[in-house]
């Protein structure tokens, strides 16, 4: 079994790109190569107290139970602004540092989902996910869409996660449909100078339906050995990239 990091953050380009089913990806593949995985979700924003939230779909998806869950707020808005708007104490990211190292004693993996983007606020001093990634040393996965906008949209995050000190633990496309268009074929390569690595998965598009079974298969196949995946990146650059074209 290839050692895990203990600690992982998922962040995204932006918000709906996949950073969920990409959270529950990682966790699938680790859980079945036999490590202990917890998920937290420091800040979930945009659903009621008694309505299901991103842990309730990785929990689906992976049968997994150890989820963690340490604030909600009904409004679809950054945790920071939800916060303000509902009255509620807002996510004190410092205090859910603490919290993920007592987690990660004991656990081979702990995988941290971020709210929207790598720079959404999480409290009104302006603390991020790329600040809770640097208290963990914990290096940071990012989720990106394939098409146009992709590529400025990484090449900010990155440009920032360096800019901060944290570590690229891969970029992963969220959602790679069946019929890519021109630009998302073109993107598979400039993804890869950006990052200044090869690609380190791609989820297919709609795996977030898929049964844990099938999940588990699709996970496997769309993400990089470094995750314990059989995803290869030169293949998928030499079946869509457009060098021959």
């Given at each position: 079994m290839c050692r895990l990091v203990s600690v992982l953050v998922v962040t995204g380009t932006c918000t709906g790109v996949g950073?969920?089913?990409?959270?529950?990806?990682?966790a699938s593949v680790a859980a079945a190569r036999g490590a202990s995985v917890a998920v937290v979700k420091p800040g979930q924003t945009g659903v009621g107290d008694?309505?299901?939230?991103d842990l309730d779909e990785v929990r689906r998806l992976t049968g997994l139970t150890d989820l963690h869950e340490f604030a909600r707020?009904?409004?679809?808005?950054?945790?920071?602004?939800?916060?303000r708007r509902c009255g509620r104490p807002p996510v004190r990211l410092p205090e859910v540092a603490e919290r993920v190292r007592d987690l990660s004693r004991d656990r081979g993996l702990v995988l941290v989902e971020g709210a929207g983007g790598l720079l959404v606020r999480?409290?009104?001093?302006?603390?991020t996910i790329a600040d809770l990634a640097h208290w963990l040393d914990a290096a940071a996965v990012?989720?990106?869409?394939?098409?146009?906008?992709?590529?400025n949209h990484t090449a900010l995050t990155l440009e920032a996660m360096a800019h901060r000190g944290v570590q690229l633990g891969g970029v992963v496309i969220g959602a790679w449909p069946d019929e890519p268009d021109l630009a998302m074929?073109?993107?598979v390569r400039d993804l890869e100078t950006i990052a200044a690595r090869p690609l380190a998965g791609a989820l297919p598009a709609g795996a977030g339906a898929l049964d844990?079974?099938?999940f588990l298969v699709a996970a496997?196949?769309?993400?990089?050995?470094?995750?314990?995946?059989?995803?290869?990146?030169?293949a998928f650059r030499d079946t869509y990239g457009l060098d021959k074209e």
């Open positions: 950073k969920t089913v990409v959270t529950a990806a990682l008694d309505e299901p939230g707020f009904p409004d679809p808005l950054s945790p920071a602004a939800a916060a999480y409290d009104d001093e302006g603390a990012v989720v990106t869409r394939p098409g146009l906008g992709a590529l074929r073109s993107n844990p079974a099938e496997h196949r769309g993400l990089a050995p470094s995750f314990g995946g059989g995803f290869d990146a030169a």
